[in-house]
């Protein structure tokens, strides 16, 4: 079940991304999890970085940038998450406590 569907940017990071890619984020049992729908791209054209309170998921793919924020609710353990990226799909999992 999804918690919300992550669209907010925070500040002037957006500014030159031209495209938008579809992120989930839920809740399963003891994990926060989001997944990103990254289709074309290579694992080398992401990059990925949680700070104490989001997620940032951007890239590039020809000519088209992206950049997402996803705020973490609070008890996600950051230092914890485990990523993998596999068929163009990026899922990122982190504990609760």
Do not use: C
């Amino acid at each position: 079940m999804a918690i919300f569907r992550a669209h907010r940017t925070w500040g002037d990071a957006t500014e030159g991304a031209t495209w938008m890619p579809r992120v989930e984020v839920l809740r399963q049992g003891d994990r926060f999890v989001v997944r990103a729908e990254l289709p074309r791209l290579k694992k080398e054209n992401v990059e990925v970085s949680i700070t104490d309170d989001a997620i940032v998921i951007q890239g590039q793919r020809k000519n088209e940038r992206f950049y997402r924020s996803i705020p973490l609710p609070d008890g996600v353990s950051a230092d914890q998450a485990e990523a993998s990226f596999e068929n163009g799909v990026l899922e990122i999992k982190l504990p609760i406590s």
